[in-house]
């Protein structure tokens, strides 16, 4: 929120240097972002009043002004036109510097002839003394400013601006009246609230309005004021430069009037023409489905029953607590204004979010308002909208509050306030320093007191908030710092899913991935790029388009991964992503995915660089079920028939019937419209199978170095083509036939074509055998040997080379 310290003034006396008070306000949790100093040097500026103005006789576009300062007339030539005879303006006199805009730099002012006409200086606008940067005619100042006022004052010089960061729990602060008590507290004095003179007509608001509230649960509160023969006409320069002062401009007196107040007690408000509401009748409800309304930003907006409305006798007129309706927007021809000042539930609010729309009323009736401060900012803005726009009040106002405020009393406790504090406090400590805060003392004795919570403070509830109140205003920096201690438990057993999910990060990690987090979310762009066809649950309220899917898959993610580290000249990625997804019915479940990508290799001048294949990613698959203990796993070659892999270059491993497993190549389609340079290798476990069949449950088991020494032989085999023979089902055959001798089957050669037989292809073995009880003989190797090449040539068919 941006802040002026000539409008905080207003309510709280300052000291001069505010740099103390700042960084206190940070202390306390109130981050201060920017720091602006608004400096005007006056030594040639001078208030001056224009006595007289003429037709320049050279120049159809000029004028000849003749201006009175303190000291002395002067003779001015000026292209304005927006000023009279008896405004009071600012005089820039020879040796004055101003700011000559974004084009023209700095301008220094010079006595000089224009068209033959003596010029003595130049009467300023907003631009030239860098209030502005871009303003309609020259600075007219109020009328009862004096030629002898200070101009740096006048100008609103040694005006500081800041902005600070307020917490969405301290909505109360997001107003000036709410920064000045936390000032208050600083500096240890008090608030000057602003006082409220209406002078009401005889006539009763309720015989002019009728206004019915039909959804007291999404507006607890609803007031309104009648004001008639108001003039809309522009602001006066107080209202227009305390607007101006934090970055917002001015619309019309009235508007501003709401502006201010909003800024000022943080209460929002809406002026409505009265005259353009049907039947006199205002009606809180609701909204119907599917029912529009036209707002003030020119948008129309389809809503639901979750909205609420403002409206007529006949049509919306305005989206409550967030924007007003095109239809009843005041403009010059208003005579009549209806005045709202509300207490909207901030959840009924927090839906303009899917709208799309936000606005200074919404971010804060979504944190919360003052409920009992309705009425204050009600007659603050009345009051006001008299002085700058005239007209006549109907008497009283209308107050529609089925439910009061029920005040809330809150207990707090000496020891557990010194168990949170970690330090001992006096009690009457703790009572300056909440009543400081506002918090009225309603009963306690030595050991609790109960407090009575300001209705402003809706962020306070509970003791413990009590307690931070205590802390901020000690400050933070005075809870000690003790080292953390306590008694390890190492009984304890630790969760079966984090257990298995510890082991196959760290098979992963000892692998050479590393693994990424990604947000939950997705575009549906994301989804649509890997052809995803299935069921997704969409988010109700998103961030934005890039955030309204709940991630049914990691690999898109992993793929932006890619893409940001090749975009970074990264080409070697190892990574992988145990993270929950989304069902169409927005059921979790977790998923493992990994990606391979680059080199197989680091740079190294001694070895040949080479980039990762399908054997890569297969390796690591069998290297996680390896790590699980999983022996019996079902490996079927082209088994996923999905469009994420590139045909005939892709597995799926099932395990007990269940897909467990798929990984492959990534589709080149999808590559390129992911824009990726290099080819990738990906996998996907179904996580939640391996939890569910408590694989967790897998102890390793350790063999002790072999005693005697290991005999190898080679097997060389024909396989026929029709027989559906692969390495599985031959790798399984050995151990299986084998026995205990055989340690260990590795393929090192695949071939077909000349001079292999038509209709064969050839595998080749080297076999390791071995006994832990003896050293094996010729014999004893031979007699396996044979049995498993008798076995293939019998039952298979297969050919011994």
């Excluded at 159809?60 to 405004?87: H, M």
């Excluded at 608030?191 to 009728?210: G, T």
Aim: aromatic letters at 8%.
């Amino acid at each position: 929120m941006k802040l002026s310290s000539s409008w905080l003034s207003r309510y709280i006396r300052l000291p001069k240097n505010l740099d103390p008070i700042l960084e206190k306000l940070t202390q306390r949790g109130f981050e201060v972002e920017t720091v602006q100093k608004r400096n005007i040097d006056p030594t040639f500026l001078r208030i001056a009043e224009i006595l007289e103005s003429k037709k320049h006789p050279n120049a159809d576009r000029l004028s000849l002004c003749l201006v009175k300062t303190k000291e002395r007339e002067y003779a001015i030539v000026c292209g304005a036109k927006n000023y009279k005879d008896g405004n009071k303006v600012i005089l820039a006199l020879p040796g004055a510097r101003l700011n000559g805009g974004a084009t023209s730099g700095e301008l220094e002012i010079k006595e000089s002839t224009i068209r033959g006409e003596r010029s003595e200086g130049m009467l300023c606008s907003k631009v030239e003394l860098g209030l502005e940067e871009k303003s309609e005619g020259i600075l007219i100042l109020p009328t009862q400013t004096s030629l002898t006022a200070d101009v740096q004052k006048v100008l609103g010089g040694g005006d500081v601006t800041f902005e600070l960061n307020i917490t969405p729990n301290r909505p109360d602060c997001m107003s000036f009246l709410g920064v000045a008590r936390e000032l208050a507290s600083i500096l240890e004095s008090k608030v000057a609230y602003p006082k409220v003179h209406i002078q009401e007509a005889k006539q009763r608001i309720q015989e002019k309005v009728k206004i019915k509230l039909e959804a007291p649960k999404k507006c607890p509160r609803y007031m309104a004021r009648l004001i008639s023969n108001v003039k809309i006409g522009p602001s006066p320069e107080w209202l227009k430069s305390a607007l101006e002062s934090i970055g917002q401009r001015s619309i019309n007196n009235v508007v501003d009037v709401t502006n201010f107040v909003l800024m000022e007690w943080g209460q929002p408000l809406h002026a409505f023409d009265f005259d353009q509401i049907s039947d006199a009748t205002v009606v809180i409800r609701s909204a119907k489905p599917q029912e529009k309304i036209s707002t003030l930003d020119g948008g129309e907006y389809i809503l639901s029953n979750e909205d609420l409305l403002i409206c007529d006798s006949q049509k919306p007129i305005a989206l409550a607590g967030i924007m007003g309706g095109a239809s009843s927007e005041v403009s010059e021809a208003t005579v009549t204004i209806l005045l709202e000042s509300a207490y909207f539930d901030p959840a009924t609010i927090r839906t303009s979010k899917k709208l799309g729309l936000s606005s200074e009323s919404s971010k804060r009736f979504e944190r919360g308002v003052d409920i009992e401060g309705v009425q204050k900012a009600l007659d603050q803005a009345t009051q006001l909208i008299l002085e700058v726009a005239g007209g006549t009040i109907a008497k009283s106002f209308i107050d529609l509050y089925p439910k009061k405020f029920a005040k809330r009393i809150v207990s707090l406790r000496q020891d557990r306030l010194e168990q949170y504090l970690g330090y001992p406090l006096s009690f009457a400590r703790v009572k300056k320093d909440l009543q400081d805060f506002g918090f009225k003392i309603k009963s306690g004795t030595s050991l609790k007191i109960n407090f009575e919570i300001p209705s402003y403070r809706v962020d306070v509830s509970s003791e413990v908030d009590l307690i931070e109140e205590v802390a901020r205003s000690e400050g933070y920096d005075k809870i000690p710092t003790h080292e953390l201690s306590g008694r390890v438990n190492l009984e304890q057993p630790i969760e079966k899913d984090s257990l298995l999910s510890h082991k196959v990060r760290s098979t992963l990690v000892s692998a050479g991935l590393n693994e990424v987090v990604n947000y939950s979310f997705y575009s549906p762009l994301d989804l649509k790029k890997i052809n995803w066809e299935e069921k997704t649950t969409h988010i109700q309220n998103p961030l934005g388009e890039d955030f309204s899917v709940m991630r049914p898959s990691l690999i898109p993610s992993l793929l932006k991964n890619l893409k940001l580290n090749l975009d970074h000249q990264r080409s070697q990625v190892r990574i992988f992503e145990l993270r929950p997804v989304y069902d169409g019915q927005g059921k979790e479940h977790k998923m493992l995915s990994g990606l391979i990508s680059g080199p197989r290799y680091a740079t190294h001048w001694d070895l040949k660089e080479e980039g990762v294949d399908f054997y890569d990613v297969k390796a690591l698959v069998h290297l996680i079920l390896q790590s699980l203990g999983i022996k019996e796993a079902e490996v079927i070659t082209n088994g996923t028939s999905s469009l994420l892999f590139q045909p005939h270059l892709s597995a799926e491993i099932q395990e007990r019937g269940q897909p467990l497993c798929r990984f492959g190549k990534l589709n080149p389609d999808i590559q390129e419209t992911f824009d990726l340079k290099q080819a990738a290798y990906i996998f996907e476990f179904n996580f939640h199978i391996l939890e569910a069949e408590g694989f967790q449950k897998q102890k390793n088991i350790f063999k002790s170095l072999p005693k005697y020494p290991f005999v190898k032989r080679d097997l060389s085999l024909l396989i026929p083509l029709n027989k559906n023979i692969n390495h599985q089902l031959l790798y399984e055959l050995f151990f299986k036939e084998g026995g205990t001798l055989v340690k260990k089957a590795e393929l090192f050669d695949v071939y077909q074509g000349e001079p292999i037989p038509e209709g064969y292809k050839s595998y080749a073995y080297a076999l390791t055998y071995g006994s832990d009880e003896r050293t094996l003989t010729d014999a004893d190797v031979h007699k396996v040997h044979e049995k498993l090449c008798h076995f293939l040539e019998r039952e298979w068919q297969v050919k011994i080379r």
